[in-house]
């Protein structure tokens, strides 16, 4: 039985520990399906196990990872054959699953989702769950019947993968986009992937009040706390913000004045345990909606042996747009 590679990390009396390993497949836990790992990601959450600066890992020792795209290699599960070429996201991966940054994984059948046509596993993972996690909110914005005539749209933390993503998305799909972030030296980046108006965080980073002027129709917001709160004060009637990450923290100053006064909504997103109707969905529209050559601009390549310091650059805010993890 062969050997692959894997980052392991572990706890100690002193927090955690990180370091290269060389595995086999008796190491992997239990599943359906063995996958052949060709690429992963560095999310917001990845940056979170791998310094251990909040409690994202559940289970010890843990190949970190949250997400990861391959080719099945060996499947009892009626859905999957070898040579398949898969991808997943969430279900604990990287928290109570081992995780996406090693050469195998071996996970259940009933999580993954088949690569569309017209992707490759890289690109499957330059979006990745930043970029899945954005194609839900948008996917909720639109059922809840929001379109580019009733007005702007606002996406915070536009620079990270998340955002990226989701100004482009936004972009393609008609709407006049307006981006946030603390990194000024990033307004023609995103004005490259389609934003018309770049706001500076510090807008947004005030105390909220109950309300304010009616600014955007709808927004995708991955910071939380007092940046949520604002946009929802500023979001035109009967509009939405659609809520899916805690960047700037999981507390919301806000009052109930926007939801009883202006029919405001807040939608919340959750990517790890999406239903698999909605996944399969998500990522038909993204293999349809996402432009290839903006989702190659915001895309940069790093090997595995890198990811720790990836972890760490992405806490610091040094990360733009996505990065792929290359599994040799």
């Not at 070429?85 to 996970?107: I, M, N, P, Q, S």
């Not at 910071?223 to 939405?240: D, R």
């Not at 806000?254 to 996944?279: E, H, K, M, N, W």
Request: net charge positive; charged share 20%; with cysteine.
């Amino acid at each position: 039985m062969g050997t692959f590679r894997a980052l392991l990390i572990e706890k100690t009396d002193a927090g955690q520990k990180a370091g290269f390993v060389d595995l086999d497949e008796t190491k992997l836990m239990d599943g359906d399906v063995t996958v052949r790992v060709e690429w992963s990601a560095v999310n917001y959450k990845d940056g979170l196990a791998l310094t251990g600066k909040a409690p994202v890992v559940r289970r010890w020792p843990m190949i970190p990872g949250i997400d990861f795209a391959g080719t099945v290699e060996n499947s009892t599960h009626p859905d999957w054959k070898p040579g398949d070429a898969v991808v997943l996201t969430g279900f604990g991966l990287g928290e109570t699953h081992l995780g996406g940054y090693a050469g195998k994984a071996r996970v259940k059948g009933d999580w993954l989702v088949r690569v569309p046509a017209g992707l490759s596993a890289r690109d499957a993972m330059a979006i990745g769950t930043a970029g899945f996690t954005a194609m839900l909110a948008v996917l909720a914005l639109e059922r809840h019947g929001l379109k580019p005539d009733r007005g702007p749209a606002i996406v915070t933390g536009a620079a990270g993968g998340v955002g990226s993503v989701a100004v482009a998305l936004l972009a393609k799909l008609g709407f006049q986009v307006m981006a946030t972030t603390g990194r000024p030296e990033q307004a023609d980046y995103l004005k490259s992937l389609g934003a018309t108006e770049v706001l500076a965080r510090a807008e947004l980073a005030a105390p909220a009040k109950p309300l304010a002027k009616e600014r955007w129709a709808c927004g995708v917001d991955s910071v939380g706390s007092t940046t949520l709160a604002n946009l929802l004060a500023m979001t035109k009637y009967g509009g939405a913000i659609a809520a899916c990450g805690l960047a700037g923290g999981m507390d919301l100053p806000t009052s109930v004045a926007p939801f009883i006064l202006r029919g405001v909504s807040l939608l919340g997103i959750d990517s790890v345990y999406c239903p698999q109707a909605a996944r399969r969905e998500a990522w038909r529209r993204l293999a349809l909606d996402l432009d290839r050559s903006k989702l190659a601009a915001l895309t940069r390549e790093i090997p595995l042996g890198d990811v720790m310091q990836a972890g760490e650059a992405i806490l610091a805010g040094k990360l733009r747009g996505r990065t792929v993890v290359r599994i040799d």
